[in-house]
């Protein structure tokens, strides 16, 4: 309507009085056309056509989750990782820049809730690197979201040649109670240290985590991983005992579990070696751990992980799996 007159049309407004019932007024509210488009926006999930004559944005992508500071919800970590030569050499700066638009959202489709973030990746790095067939710039998003099953869809533009791609998956967001003992999934990463020169959303408490969505390592490239450890229960002295191990096997292989050469442990201004399975103390319920795997003495290709930690005051156990690759 044109309420003005001036040609200015713009969605009717609620009609007001005094007679109107509260009642009345809040489904007059709840249906007005402003709210009722803004509603449809809002839980429309995200959808991506292929552009034509276009070149795709080559991407890699890992999701892990971890409890949240809401307890009805969960913080999913999708960690992105673009190819250096997706960049563009700059002459007159003698620089490789790569500035890229990412989105993510998770549809519910069970309650049609949509969960959406958007933000940008930016590079900025001397010499050419846009030749390099290995090398990524990592990135990290995060949402907080209630446990359930999820569409995810992450769509990535480059904005000098506006290439672009979109990948799809179905994800289950698990819960993290607060009662009995749980571990949150793996998060794969390039390098975790107590110290580093490393953006903020790197950071997990005092550690520096730079995630390796491309989950592949060179045979002789330390494969570090990241956890939490959540409802570890003290003793009577206020002590927490849990026990660790790790265990590496050939993906879809009947071969028996391979050698793990050392898990390096990194300490404060120290490097200390630890076996396969490892006793621990402390004083808190939850726990950052993080270990460097050599695995110098496993053969090239696709390996599975699986870490189980079991809480000695009490006896339960509780484990979590990831894939990841060795290439030669």
Known sequence: ???????????APLPVGARIPPRKLMVLIRHSPRNVVSNAVSGSPDRYRTPENKNPLGFYYD??????GDQDKT?????????YNMGRYDTDGRETRLDVTRTVALLNEATGAVYRRQGETRFRSKGDLTSRTAGFVPDVI???????????????????????????????????????????????????????????AFMKGDLSVVPMPTRTYGTGQPVYVYYEIYNLVRDGFGRTNYRVSYNVTPRESSESPGLIRGLMRIGRGKQETVGVTSDRQGTSAFEREYVA????????????????????????????????????
């Not at 999701?63 to 949240?68: D, N, P």
């Open 1 to 11: 309507t044109d309420e003005s007159g001036h040609g200015m049309y713009d969605y």
């Open 142 to 200: 995060r949402m907080e979201v209630p446990p359930g099953s999820y569409r995810m869809e992450i769509h990535a533009t480059e904005s000098r040649f506006k290439r672009q791609s979109r990948y799809r998956q179905e994800v289950v967001v698990p819960a993290y109670p607060t009662d009995g003992l749980k571990v949150s999934e793996l998060e794969l990463a390039w390098q975790v240290a107590e110290q580093g020169d490393v953006p903020e």
């Open 293 to 328: 795997l050599d695995m110098k003495a496993m053969r090239a290709g696709g390996l599975t992980l699986t870490v189980r930690v079991e809480d000695l005051n009490v006896g339960t156990p509780a484990e979590q799996h990831a894939t990841f690759s060795l290439s030669d």
């Open 75 to 83: 913080r999913v970590e999708i960690y992105l990782g673009i190819p």
């Open 63 to 68: 999701v892990a989750s971890f409890r949240s």
